[in-house]
């Protein structure tokens, strides 16, 4: 287990920002796949959006492509969800993953959830948007 810790979420209304958080051991800001999961009730879970800490490329779900936003800083350790122009259809408990290392792959690959071991999660954090 990698003891991913997420942060950050709430409620807003639609149109709002929130900002998530994963605090997350050294290591894994070199050469991981790390990203954002979601799963609504009743849905399954699915990439938001992933970043190879390698080389900090990126990659986003065409849902939330142009509103959110990935990034790490090596510095502090974590891993952030920037949150914008928020929907109903975003309401979900959020997850923070990791999985590696991998010398090299295409970021695309890290954002389907099967590409995570179960013991590469983090315990979640809930964003609930109103319309």
């Known amino acids: 287990a990698h003891n991913l810790v997420e942060s950050g979420g709430g409620s807003v209304q639609a149109g709002g920002s929130l900002r998530l958080s994963c605090k997350a051991p050294g290591y894994v800001f070199s050469k991981f796949c790390m990203g954002w999961f979601r799963q609504a009730p009743g849905k399954e879970r699915e990439g938001v959006a992933v970043?190879?800490?390698?080389?900090?490329?990126?990659y986003y779900s065409d849902s939330v492509k142009g509103r959110f936003t990935i990034s790490q800083d090596n510095a502090k350790n974590t891993l952030y969800l920037q949150m914008n122009s928020l929907k109903p259809e975003d309401t979900a408990m959020y997850y923070c993953?990791?999985?590696?290392?991998?010398?090299?792959?295409?970021?695309?690959?890290?954002?389907?959830?099967?590409?995570?071991?179960?013991?590469?999660w983090g315990q979640g954090t809930q964003v609930t948007v109103s319309s």
């Open positions: 993953a990791a999985d590696g290392p991998r010398p090299f792959l295409e970021t695309s690959e890290c954002l389907t959830p099967n590409a995570y071991d179960d013991n590469d």
């Open positions: 970043i190879y800490t390698g080389d900090s490329s990126t």
